[in-house]
């Protein structure tokens, strides 16, 4: 198919475009549609070996295509008759019932007779291949009309109603007031609304009331905790490499942080991918400060830090890129293309090779961010450093030229030592003593003082660690920790002035000696400065001086250091055959995917080597160009995942995986649309909040909640869905009275390599006794806390773009016996304690827990339990025990942990 | 969406694991082993492919790489060249300096009827030689113990999958729905951590279940326990007016909600469970003369003693998968097996600490019926360097997944057999090489689980633990 490593990226594309640009008219492949259901039959029983891949097919039969597929094949046979089943080898051959069956019956995929009748049909019906619905390059899509458009909120609402109609269903009910709140709350925020918020909405007459609620929630910081951690989610976001060694990633919380910002901010969303994949490239019209941080999205996947062979690890490390920037943005599995063409997708391993070279030319690394606050604090501190350091150098050059007040000279001019003068490297140009190594080094200068008094003694020397010695003048010690200081190097550009002593000399020869064992630091040269009316003042500023630039370098800010990428210098990949770096095939130039963006033809990367950029720009400008590029995929499948978030299902229940074995849209005209509005909305995340919440699709009242049948595939109805591990947590300090929002700045006290179970066990305290919003505790990959991790928390190894639900009886002991849900439980109850009597300490329980008053019979049961509780113990604050352990038990309902 | 099969068993699964039924099910009157199909649930006890020649497994993994050429693969030219350099091309990538090949400090005999070659530091195991099957031609897991570690459990060193146990729970759901599938005893958290014994993309439900906390060093036996088992504050009493609360109210509200009832009913299984594990864990059940066997009297058996008295008592239970971790760290080694240096003091201690233990396991499981139907595996993520590995101090060997030795015992496996070879130095495995693999094609085989039928949609594939390589080593079957 590929046959040529001469051509450009477009032309092998071209070749490859022609696999599934098929005979008739592009179509959206809808529910009616035969070949939907049967390209998967095929993909799943037949493509492994009469597909894509080239490499594995047999008779050279493509059975995604209908030209291949309807051609006489070498053996006179024609695989697919249009029309007539009866004479498609096809049909013969998967209902033979000798050796000629296929599937082979080793493969275990022979077809049921189900599928089979799929397939005749589909023949008889004149076998019409249509376009996967992703490779349809400009989808058209106007809402539908409706016959009832009373209850259509917003244009989306259209889609939804219509098929509605078309099932002949009735209108489903909407939310009561109460249930939407709590929906909204725990939606935008991840927590409840408190009992006066639930009753300030309950009460607000106004058309706006609901739209106000939204408003304020995406105001809110919540808003962007609560979010950032689901986008979290399919960035794969850990705290450590996980694997095999399980280094910390000191830094990665920034890029953590930034996400929350980004979201906050409502940064478009073009732009938040643009930054992730080369925030460090972009054109000063679009970089922000911050924008390098975003590049974490490529630093922070796992990597196999200890494998020994490096070319192994690099491939593997731009594999995971690979993997997580097809899912997470693309909605594809194109990694699946590094051993083999895709099974399925049009995407041949010279496409993978193609974005490996990009990221085979990117190296990680640790990036200063230039934060504005930053840069304006160092300026002005280096103004004035600048200043003060001018005024030293006028008041020095003016002591020079008082008379007797200077005495300098060279430290390797010494009158007696047993050191050696380095005139080269270390004292290249300015010629420096220090020890020979290790030994008691000792040197001497005699200094002739024309008058006794006292003088300051000033060494400059350079000093990458402490060597500190003895410093005596005439047979006295006048310092004992003299030479002490570290200037940040050996080499002449780190030598610095120290001010070692005051101390009064005798006129005549004065002997000054410095000893010191067993290494010595890079003397260069000393002075002494006589302290005198004449300068006193003019000494006394110089101390001054000293003393203000001491201070102001302490006051020098770090730079923000975060976890990011770089260019490295470019090169394009070669193919490793079968995936094995220990075969590589053919270079192929850097490129794109091209399966996410039909029809388009990218904008070039310079192929040339020698260039200077890897063309990560250019692949962060094409992933987010609508028209060039696959700006449209990129925007369906955000789209798609923010309708998942909100509704628990999405409109194609695969968020990572659009392709062909993938699930189908259910509703596609409806995700075109709203990923058309997505972009001519200049990709705000935010307005695409509104128009869903704001939907009365979205306030439909709850299916079990109401006990009514809903159908999740037609959104008719909202499914209950149950709190992810996080807003569990985060509900319970929230009641608690204890959950701290505030952002953490630092990786948090956890280790992650080489952990003791002491360590473990410390790990888990540092979350179970953390107050943080869950979102900021840190992510240790493979000894994730155990309170997330049995609620399904994703492993943080790949993109996860749908979290599992599972009920398994671990949750239960842990809800039952976790000291942490037992405290959250004791401090909740401690806040309603203080209400007066029994009846409205459990009322004021219920409205906390579940925003609602608790009904006759639930009151009676809870009076029940607490005297039933009560009589278990024996000792005192007996009501006090039992009311915790009935806030303990409200815990554990179903109600609390699901939302309606 | 997926074949047949797949979709069929995944939609299954995936509905009756969000209903919950946990570790087990809706068997809750059964506490002992139940070959149950009436049972139902995503851990229901399934069949095999085809008939299975065990139903369980007792993996006893030596963290840190025993060396083979040490302990159970004697070569004659090894002995003879002693100091030379090795006379072909080493490995193209290495984890340590090496130098010249380095003669094996022991002397090896033959053990039992089949005359199974064992190095002298074996003073228990050659009494159950004539059970043990040698695969001496191991290889291809990696040069570095956490891409090993994680090849030899997941049958990948780079990307996240399931573990053979996990698997296999997935494959056969389990006997006992009171105890979890699969529980591993001590499992370090270095190397993969619990990625080695972790689901992946399966169900949670067929996560391995650590008995203690992973750690480096591993918790010791006696101190490990299962998570939240215990309530710090709460009689039994007390919890049960708790969950008969939660049934009132859930009859005020949720009435009819099978969801609900099915989590409700996770609780009350929970509830049981408080009872059912620290019985399976009472060791003082056993008699005097068992601990004794196993050497739970003496200091430097006590710890693997107790593993493997557990592994025995969680078998007899009806659990699907058992792994036991010998994986402390030695003075001198961080790893237990990990003789970059001193190779004749580590691997002493190593053998004398497990060497007793281990033949009891093996004795005890025969003397109850039990090691016909469980597969016993003994051995570690490499193998170690027939030359000496260059350095200060006293003698020791580099990693080595060239080739190297694990054995197999019960199960429907050959006993006093040796299949496969390394070749006359012990470096590269030669004769019927065995990959990791195939090594899982075997165990899977040997459950009656056919490896290219085992798999479970992922990505856009059908994902199994073998990839899309392994062939079963059919030879080494009895």
């Given at each position: 198919m590929h046959n040529s490593g001469s051509l450009q990226p477009a032309c092998f594309r071209i070749s490859a475009i022609v696999g599934i640009l098929i005979l008739n008219a592009p179509r959206v492949a809808g529910e009616d549609s035969g070949y939907a259901t049967v390209s998967r039959i095929l993909a799943q029983h037949c493509l492994e070996c009469h597909g894509p891949d080239a490499s594995q097919r047999e008779a050279e039969l493509q059975l995604h295509l209908a030209e291949s597929s309807t051609m006489p094949l070498e053996s006179g046979q024609t695989a697919i008759v249009p029309g007539h089943p009866d004479q498609s080898e096809l049909i013969t051959r998967v209902t033979a019932v000798d050796d000629s069956r296929m599937p082979p019956e080793k493969s275990g995929r022979a077809l049921n007779d189900s599928e089979v009748e799929l397939l005749r049909?589909?023949?008889?019906?004149?076998?019409?291949?249509?376009?996967?619905?992703?490779?349809?390059?400009?989808?058209?899509?106007?809402?539908?009309?409706?016959?009832?458009?009373?209850?259509?909120?917003?244009?989306?609402?259209?889609?939804?109603?219509?098929?509605?109609?078309?099932?002949?269903?009735?209108?489903?009910?909407?939310?009561?007031?109460?249930?939407?709140?709590?929906?909204?709350?725990?939606?935008?925020?991840?927590?409840?609304?408190?009992?006066?918020?639930?009753?300030?909405?309950?009460?607000?007459?106004?058309?706006?009331?609901?739209?106000?609620?939204?408003?304020?929630?995406?105001?809110?910081?919540?808003?962007g905790q609560r979010w950032g951690r689901h986008w979290m989610d399919v960035v794969r976001y850990g705290d450590s490499n996980g694997s095999d060694e399980n280094h910390a990633y000191p830094l990665a919380w920034h890029y953590r942080n930034y996400i929350i910002d980004a979201l906050n901010d409502d940064l478009p969303f073009d732009?938040?991918?643009?930054?992730?994949?080369?925030?460090?490239?972009?054109?000063?019209?679009?970089?922000?400060?911050?924008?390098?941080?975003?590049?974490?999205?490529?630093?922070?996947?796992?990597?196999?830090?200890?494998?020994?062979?490096?070319?192994?690890?690099?491939?593997?490390?731009?594999?995971?890129?690979?993997?997580?920037?097809?899912?997470?943005?693309?909605?594809?599995?194109?990694?699946c293309a590094r051993c083999h063409d895709h099974k399925f997708d049009p995407i041949p391993t010279a496409d993978y090779y193609a974005l490996a070279g990009i990221l085979h030319s990117t190296t990680q690394s640790t990036v200063e961010v230039p934060l504005p606050d930053f840069e304006q604090e160092t300026k002005r501190i280096r103004t004035l450093l600048d200043e003060i350091k001018a005024e030293q150098k006028r008041l020095n050059n003016q002591l020079q030229k008082t008379p007797g007040a200077v005495i300098e000279r060279e430290a390797e001019d010494f009158d007696r030592a047993n050191v050696p003068r380095i005139l080269d490297g270390y004292g290249k140009g300015i010629g420096i003593i220090s020890d020979p190594g290790g030994q008691k080094n000792f040197v001497e200068w005699?200094?002739?003082?024309?008058?006794?008094?006292?003088?300051?003694?000033?060494?400059?020397?350079?000093?990458?660690?402490?060597?500190?010695?003895?410093?005596?003048?005439?047979?006295?010690?006048?310092?004992?920790?003299?030479?002490?200081?570290?200037?940040?190097?050996?080499?002449?550009?780190?030598?610095?002035?120290?001010?070692?002593?005051?101390?009064?000399?005798?006129?005549?020869?004065?002997?000054?000696?410095?000893?010191?064992?067993?290494?010595?630091?890079?003397?260069?040269?000393?002075?002494?400065?006589?302290?005198?009316?004449?300068?006193?003042?003019?000494?006394?500023?110089?101390?001054?001086?000293?003393?203000?630039?001491?201070?102001?370098?302490?006051?020098?800010?770090?730079?923000?250091?975060?976890?990011?990428?770089?260019?490295?210098?470019?090169?394009?990949?070669?193919?490793?055959?079968?995936?094995?770096?220990?075969?590589?095939?053919?270079?192929?130039?850097?490129?794109?995917?091209?399966?996410?963006?039909?029809?388009?033809?990218?904008?070039?990367?310079?192929?040339?080597?020698?260039?200077?950029?890897s063309g990560r720009l250019q692949l962060a400008q094409w992933i987010t160009a609508p028209q060039a590029g696959a700006g449209h995929q990129l925007a369906r499948v955000i789209v798609n995942r923010v309708w998942q978030w909100h509704f628990g299902r999405g409109i194609v229940t695969t968020p990572n995986n659009f392709g062909l074995q993938g699930a189908l849209p259910t509703h596609p005209d409806l995700l075109n649309w709203l990923a058309t509005e997505f972009i001519r909305d200049r990709w705000s995340l935010k307005n695409l909040h509104r128009r869903i919440l704001l939907s009365s699709t979205w306030q439909q009242a709850s299916v079990t909640r109401i006990g009514r049948q809903g159908r999740p595939e037609l959104f008719y109805g909202f499914q209950r869905r149950r709190l992810e591990a996080e807003a569990i947590r985060?509900?319970?300090?929230?009641?608690?009275?204890?959950?701290?929002?505030?952002?953490?700045?630092?990786?948090?006290?956890?280790?992650?390599?080489?952990?003791?179970?002491?360590?473990?066990?410390?790990?888990?305290?540092?979350?179970?006794?953390?107050?943080?919003?869950?979102?900021?505790?840190?992510?240790?990959?493979?000894?994730?806390?155990?309170?997330?991790?049995?609620?399904?928390?994703?492993?943080?190894?790949?993109?996860?773009?749908?979290?599992?639900?599972?009920?398994?009886?671990?949750?239960?002991?842990?809800?039952?016996?976790?000291?942490?849900?037992?405290?959250?439980?004791?401090?909740?109850?401690?806040?309603?304690?203080?209400?007066?009597?029994?009846?409205?300490?459990?009322?004021?329980?219920?409205?906390?827990?579940?925003?609602?008053?608790?009904?006759?019979?639930?009151?009676?049961?809870?009076?029940?339990?607490?005297?039933?509780?009560?009589?278990?113990?024996g000792s005192e604050n007996t009501e006090e025990q039992a009311f915790i352990a009935l806030c303990h038990s409200l815990i554990l309902s179903s109600e609390f942990i699901h939302v309606e | 969406m997926w074949n047949n099969r797949g979709s069929a068993q995944v939609s299954r699964r995936h509905t009756l694991s969000s209903m919950c039924l946990g570790f087990g099910g809706l068997a809750f009157q059964s506490l002992l082993a139940q070959e149950a199909s009436s049972v139902q649930g995503p851990l229901a006890a399934q069949q095999p492919h085809f008939a299975a020649r065990a139903k369980r497994v007792i993996f006893l993994f030596m963290h840190g790489g025993p060396s083979h050429v040490d302990t159970f693969d004697p070569k004659p030219q090894l002995q003879k060249d002693d100091g030379k350099k090795l006379p072909f091309e080493g490995s193209r990538v290495v984890f340590a300096n090496r130098g010249n090949l380095k003669a094996s400090p022991w002397k090896f005999r033959p053990c039992g009827e089949a005359g199974l070659p064992m190095s002298q530091l074996w003073q228990h195991l050659p009494a159950v030689a004539d059970d043990l099957c040698m695969i001496h031609s191991m290889c291809e897991t990696n040069v570095a113990h956490g891409g090993a570690c994680m090849k030899l459990h997941t049958g990948d060193e780079a990307q996240l999958r399931p573990c053979m146990g996990s698997w296999v729970s997935y494959g056969l759901g389990t006997e006992n729905q009171n105890l979890p599938s699969f529980i591993t005893i001590c499992p370090t958290s270095l190397h993969g951590g619990i990625d080695n014994f972790g689901p992946a993309f399966l169900p949670a439900i067929h996560a391995g279940v650590p008995l203690g906390t992973p750690g480096y060093p591993n918790t010791p036996a006696k101190d490990a326990t299962f998570d939240f088992l215990k309530n710090s504050g709460r009689t039994r009493l007390q919890q049960r007016l708790q969950l008969d609360l939660l049934r009132q109210l859930h009859q005020s509200r949720g009435a009819g909600d099978t969801e609900l009832e099915a989590r409700l009913q996770s609780f009350e299984l929970a509830f049981r469970m408080q009872t059912a594990a620290p019985e399976a864990m009472d060791i003082s059940a056993e008699s005097r003369a068992t601990q004794q066997k196993y050497g739970l009297d003496q200091p430097e058996t006590q710890n693997f003693a107790r593993e493997c008295l557990l592994a025995r008592r969680f078998?007899?239970?009806?659990?699907?998968?058992?792994?036991?971790?010998?994986?402390?760290?030695?003075?001198?080694?961080?790893?237990?097996?990990?003789?970059?240096?001193?190779?004749?003091?580590?691997?002493?201690?190593?053998?004398?600490?497990?060497?007793?233990?281990?033949?009891?396991?093996?004795?005890?499981?025969?003397?109850?019926?039990?090691?016909?139907?469980?597969?016993?595996?003994?051995?570690?993520?490499?193998?170690?360097?027939?030359?000496?590995?260059?350095?200060?101090?006293?003698?020791?060997?580099?990693?080595?997944?060239?080739?190297?030795?694990?054995?197999?015992?019960?199960?429907?496996?050959?006993?006093?057999?040796?299949?496969?070879?390394?070749?006359e130095y012990g470096y590269y495995a030669t004769e019927n090489r065995c990959t990791i693999h195939d090594f899982h094609a075997t165990l899977l085989h040997i459950l009656g689980l056919d490896h290219t039928r085992l798999t479970y949609p992922q990505s856009g594939r059908d994902i199994r633990l073998t990839d899309v390589f392994g062939n079963v080593a059919t030879d080494i079957l009895a």
């Open positions: 049909n589909w023949i008889a019906n004149g076998a019409d291949f249509e376009q996967h619905w992703t490779q349809i390059s400009n989808p058209t899509t106007d809402p539908p009309s409706v016959k009832d458009s009373s209850r259509v909120q917003q244009t989306l609402d259209r889609f939804i109603i219509a098929q509605h109609e078309a099932h002949s269903l009735p209108p489903f009910e909407t939310a009561d007031r109460v249930t939407l709140i709590r929906r909204v709350w725990f939606d935008l925020a991840g927590l409840p609304p408190t009992p006066e918020r639930v009753a300030a909405f309950v009460n607000d007459e106004s058309p706006d009331a609901f739209a106000n609620v939204v408003d304020e929630l995406l105001a809110s910081p919540l808003y732009q938040f991918v643009r930054e992730q994949l080369a925030g460090d490239l972009l054109t000063d019209k679009e970089k922000r400060p911050t924008s390098v941080t975003g590049t974490g999205f490529l630093a922070i996947g796992t990597k196999i830090l200890a494998e020994r062979d490096p070319v192994k690890k690099q491939a593997d490390i731009v594999d995971e890129q690979i993997d997580t920037i097809g899912k997470a943005l693309l909605g594809f599995t194109i990694s005699d200094f002739e003082i024309p008058q006794a008094g006292e003088y300051l003694i000033y060494l400059r020397y350079a000093a990458e660690a402490s060597r500190p010695g003895v410093l005596s003048l005439n047979g006295n010690v006048v310092r004992n920790d003299a030479v002490s200081k570290i200037t940040g190097g050996w080499y002449p550009t780190h030598q610095q002035w120290f001010q070692e002593s005051k101390t009064a000399f005798r006129a005549g020869r004065n002997t000054l000696k410095f000893t010191c064992e067993p290494t010595m630091s890079h003397i260069d040269r000393l002075r002494l400065v006589r302290v005198s009316k004449d300068n006193a003042r003019m000494l006394a500023r110089v101390e001054q001086l000293d003393r203000q630039q001491k201070q102001l370098e302490k006051q020098m800010p770090a730079p923000m250091k975060v976890m990011g990428v770089g260019d490295r210098s470019p090169m394009n990949a070669k193919i490793y055959l079968r995936g094995s770096h220990l075969d590589p095939g053919r270079e192929i130039p850097r490129g794109f995917p091209w399966v996410a963006a039909p029809g388009r033809s990218p904008a070039p990367i310079p192929t040339d080597t020698a260039s200077s950029t985060d509900t319970l300090l929230f009641h608690a009275g204890r959950l701290d929002t505030n952002p953490a700045k630092s990786i948090g006290g956890v280790k992650s390599q080489d952990p003791t179970p002491e360590d473990l066990q410390r790990n888990e305290d540092v979350h179970r006794h953390s107050e943080k919003r869950s979102v900021f505790l840190p992510v240790v990959r493979s000894n994730t806390y155990r309170f997330f991790s049995l609620f399904d928390f994703p492993n943080a190894n790949t993109s996860v773009g749908r979290r599992g639900t599972t009920t398994i009886p671990t949750q239960a002991l842990l809800m039952m016996n976790d000291p942490f849900v037992m405290d959250q439980a004791q401090h909740l109850a401690k806040r309603v304690l203080s209400s007066s009597d029994k009846e409205t300490m459990v009322r004021n329980t219920w409205l906390r827990l579940f925003s609602r008053a608790p009904t006759k019979k639930e009151s009676k049961e809870a009076a029940l339990f607490l005297r039933k509780y009560s009589n278990t113990i | 078998a007899e239970r009806g659990v699907r998968f058992i792994q036991v971790s010998h994986a402390h760290s030695l003075p001198f080694n961080n790893e237990q097996w990990d003789q970059h240096s001193h190779l004749v003091r580590g691997h002493s201690i190593n053998v004398r600490q497990i060497d007793q233990p281990i033949t009891a396991l093996l004795t005890d499981l025969k003397e109850r019926g039990l090691l016909d139907d469980t597969l016993v595996i003994w051995g570690g993520e490499f193998g170690r360097t027939p030359t000496v590995q260059s350095g200060k101090g006293e003698f020791g060997r580099d990693h080595h997944p060239e080739g190297f030795t694990i054995w197999m015992a019960g199960g429907g496996v050959k006993g006093g057999f040796r299949y496969g070879s390394t070749d």
